[in-house]
């Protein structure tokens, strides 16, 4: 009981300087001064203060444990599904023709990097720049997302 009451007055003295009022008034020499002390020889406005936002990160931390089980239920199940419907043989080629693709992505993206350092006008620029986006892109949900 004694502790709790000790909380009470600790946090009824932070919540009262948190309610006191924040004032701003400009000086002879044009300096813009903030204070938690109204001045009394000077004009002043009051700042209001607006309530800050609170975020529960209990509940994202949550969220962000279910997508992640979810996410590893669901790539487990890909692999034994994966694994069953196709032979060995098979699996090999599909995978070489993955590796082509992705090798075709790496090459690419590397073509338009070096153009992009040769120097550009600003449409080629801005041409180059979208087609490396779109390559980035690809290649991260065909191979690395994968």
């Known amino acids: 009981m004694p502790g709790s009451l000790a909380a009470f007055l600790v946090a009824s003295l932070f919540a009262s300087s948190v309610s006191a009022g924040v004032y701003t008034w400009t000086d002879a020499d044009g ?3 903030f204070s938690d002390k109204q001045p009394l020889s000077r004009d ?23 997508v992640t ?11 034994r599904s994966g694994s069953d419907r196709r032979s060995t043989g098979t699996r090999k080629k599909a995978d070489a023709r993955h ?3 992705c090798d075709g992505y ?16 600003n449409d ?17 949900r065909e191979c690395l997302l994968r």
């Not at 607006?50 to 969220?63: A, L, R």
């Not at 986006?133 to 991260?140: D, F, I, K, T, V």
Request: hydrophobic letters at 25%.
């Open 99 to 101: 590796q082509k693709t």
């Open 69 to 79: 089980t979810i996410n590893q239920q669901v790539s487990r199940s890909l692999e």
């Open 106 to 121: 790496r090459k690419r993206l590397a073509r338009i990097q070096q153009q992009l350092r040769a120097g550009y006008s």
């Open 31 to 33: 300096v813009v001064h």
């Open 124 to 140: 080629r620029g801005n041409r180059l720049r979208r087609q490396r986006r779109e390559m980035s892109q690809a290649l991260s």
């Open 44 to 66: 002043h406005n009051t700042v209001t203060l607006t309530e800050p936002s609170v975020v529960p990160m209990s509940e994202n931390i949550e969220q962000g444990r279910r």
